[in-house]
């Protein structure tokens, strides 16, 4: 099963925080179970059922560094929650296949990270308009990234079906590949020194929103439906 945290940070702030640990993708160096470190979470279990098997916790983080009114510096990484995913490994059937599910939802979270970047670095700011219009492509891609998690889950039944899960596999390590020369988190972006500005037009309007400096919590209520959740039904009864 999967969820995921939406982060942003501005430099225009100076903030200390107290938060949970992350690990950002190009630091995975092996995806297994040792990595989930958080316990059965009974809100979880609740919404997504008593035959839940794990849930990974990740998100898209972007931060903007070095602001002048000539460009800016992004960093958009991918993490993995540690503290908040978690498993009933080794009680699972068919551990290997469902932590293959479960790196792909990982795989998935950075694919959009690398959309990101490449929306960033072909887009056109003004220093102006530059947080805002930023602010904006994040919560559309984290909102196509929702989607296709849900789809992931929804087409390989959380794994179950083996051959839907192997022609998602296949799928993502393509546009892992494809986007391969988005793989760096960090960019500089230059600010255009004229009135106008462009941005993607199939983009929807921007919505203004309440912002905390971390955390977007303008975002729809946690519901299992939108997350991405890795439902192994074989499970032994508890």
């Not at 694919?111 to 602010?135: C, D, P, W």
């Not at 998602?168 to 986007?179: G, H, K, M, P, S």
């Not at 988005?182 to 993607?200: E, M, Q």
């Not at 299992?224 to 508890?238: G, I, K, N, R, V």
Request: charged share 20%; proline share 7%.
């Amino acid at each position: 099963k999967f969820t995921s945290l939406l982060c942003l940070v501005f430099s225009s702030y100076l903030v200390v925080a107290q938060q949970s640990p992350v690990i950002e993708y190009a630091a995975i160096s092996s995806f297994d179970w040792s990595i989930f470190k958080g316990k059965v979470n009974p809100k979880h279990v609740a919404e997504m059922g008593k035959n839940t098997g794990a849930v990974t916790v990740s998100s898209i983080s972007y931060s903007t560094v070095d602001i002048s009114d000539r460009s800016s510096t992004v960093m958009i990484t991918a993490r993995f929650h540690p503290k908040e995913s978690w498993t009933r490994y080794p009680n699972l059937n068919n551990p290997d296949q469902a932590l293959e599910h479960e790196k792909r939802h990982m795989d998935i979270t950075e694919v959009y990270a690398r959309k990101f970047r490449q929306l960033v670095s072909t887009s056109h700011f003004t220093a102006s308009h530059f947080q805002e219009e930023i602010g904006r492509l994040f919560k559309e891609i984290v909102s196509q990234q929702r989607e296709e998690q849900t789809r992931y889950d929804q087409e390989t039944n959380h794994s179950i079906n083996t051959a839907q899960q192997q022609k998602w596999n296949t799928q993502i390590d393509r546009q892992l590949e494809a986007l391969k020369a988005y793989s760096t988190p960090v960019l500089t972006v230059t600010f255009t020194h004229n009135s106008s500005y462009f941005f993607p037009s199939s983009l929807p309007p921007f919505r203004p929103a309440s912002l905390d400096p971390f955390c977007l919590s303008a975002l729809p209520p946690f519901r299992p439906s939108s997350l991405d959740p890795f439902c192994l039904s074989a499970l032994p009864p508890f």
